[in-house]
Structures are given as structure tokens and as C-alpha cells.
């Protein structure tokens, strides 16, 4: 039987923009198509010494995600496939996009365990990361979080996100800003994110990523998933 119980969902939404360049349709680079297929980066963090109600920090979670996504507008989108020019974009306007999906759970399992075994219990890790839906049809959330109670103490924060909008750094970077908006920083970290593929140039660059999204995903809007 699985371990976790998903108890709510909920989504954060994107707030109204305007947004900085590209605004609120951020087209894929040849940087970035070549990534369509493949599994979301996800990420866990574990806090065995949680004490606050888990009521306040999913209030606390959700309004600090909602003043970071300005930011990192393009977490908040949808990754589509638009036949007509066989481009990938992500939209990321309030009329089309979905915003990040929140889920609380809740778990039996012991936190201090995860947290200090050796040998890592890879099937109990995944149940407290977020499932984007896989990326197996677009258009597919770009974001998810999932915050899970333990019955015995302490609170685990998982994410996923597609691998085709962000990257390892990309995410950390999110995950910074968004942990200063949750202490109450003004400010975060850094320099201030730039999401504007159009900063990569080349001659043919959008004709090469039509042609690596051909073939990391033939069958678009049906993507066959690549196993790392």
C-alpha cells in the first residue's frame, strides 16, 4: 500500500503580468527542445525538526511561491506544441496557464530514517515528489510541489519540473528565491533571472530546434518518454 496520502490540491496561480521579455510566450531555444522528451527534474527536501503546524506552513509555502513566480514567470506556464509553426513554447499568460500545482499530503513513513539512511529508499522518495503527469502529451504544467506531513514529525517539500524550461541551476536559483520570499527577505538572491531564449543567437536557431523537437518527440503532442 503506498505510504503517502495526497490530501488537497490546490494551484498557485500566475500573477497578472506584464512579464519582462519575451512576455507571456516564451518560445524554446535548440538549448531547450532537445530536453522535450525527457523525465522531470525533481527535487526533496527534508525537515525532520518541522515544528510549526503543517496548516501554516502550507500558508506560509503557498503565499511566498505566489511572490516568487513574478519572477520566474515561466514555471507557471504550460509547455504546448503549436503545430501550425511546429514550434514549443511555453504560454504563460493567466488566461492559459494553470499556474504551479499544490499538493498536501500526508505519510506514515519515518522522516529521520529517509533522512539518515545509507542506502536511500528510492520508491519512498517518489512518493514524496509530485508527478507532472509525466511528459507524455502537451501541453503539461511546467511545475509542481508537493508538501507531506509525517504522523511522527516533520515535513517533507518535494518538486518536479519539466526539463525542457529549466535546468539543474535553474531550479536551485528558484528554489533560493523562493526560500528568501518564505524567511521574509526583500530581496533574492542573485542576479535577477533572464528567461528570454531570443538572447541566444544563431542564423537557423529556430529551424534547429523544430528539427530536435522532431526527433526527441516524433509523435508531438505525444511524447515518448527517455529513460536516463
Not at 495526497?6 to 524554446?28: A, E, F, K, W
Not at 526533496?44 to 505566489?66: G, N, R
Not at 529549466?166 to 538572491?189: M, N, Q
Amino acid at each position: 500500500m503506498p505510504c503517502v496520502r495526497i490530501l488537497n490540491v490546490s494551484r498557485v496561480p500566475l500573477p497578472p503580468g506584464p512579464y519582462p521579455p519575451p512576455g507571456d510566450t516564451v518560445r524554446l531555444s535548440f538549448f531547450d527542445t532537445v530536453w522535450v522528451a525527457f523525465p522531470p527534474i525533481q527535487r526533496l527536501f527534508l525537515y525532520p525538526d518541522a515544528t510549526l503546524p503543517f496548516a501554516s506552513i502550507v500558508d506560509s509555502l503557498k503565499s511566498s511561491l505566489s511572490r516568487t513566480l513574478p519572477l520566474f514567470h515561466p514555471f507557471g506556464g504550460n509547455l504546448t506544441y503549436l503545430p501550425a509553426s511546429g514550434d514549443a513554447v511555453i504560454y504563460c499568460s493567466t488566461s492559459a496557464a494553470r499556474g504551479v500545482a499544490f499538493l498536501e499530503a500526508e505519510s506514515d513513513l519515518d522522516i529521520r530514517r529517509l533522512a539518515q539512511d545509507e542506502t536511500h529508499d528510492l520508491e519512498s522518495f517518489l512518493q514524496l515528489v509530485p508527478d507532472l503527469g509525466g511528459v507524455r502529451e502537451l501541453p503539461v504544467q511546467v511545475l509542481a510541489v508537493q508538501v507531506t506531513e509525517f504522523a511522527g514529525g516533520g515535513v517533507a517539500v518535494g518538486l518536479a519540473a519539466h526539463h525542457a524550461v529549466t535546468d539543474g541551476k535553474g531550479i536551485w536559483r528558484f528554489v533560493e528565491s523562493w526560500a528568501a520570499a518564505c524567511r521574509g527577505r526583500g530581496d533574492p538572491p542573485g542576479p535577477t533571472p533572464l528567461h528570454d531564449r531570443a538572447v541566444v543567437r544563431h542564423r537557423t536557431g529556430d529551424e534547429i530546434a523544430r528539427l530536435f523537437l522532431r526527433r526527441m518527440a516524433p509523435e508531438l503532442p505525444k511524447v515518448s518518454e527517455i529513460n536516463r
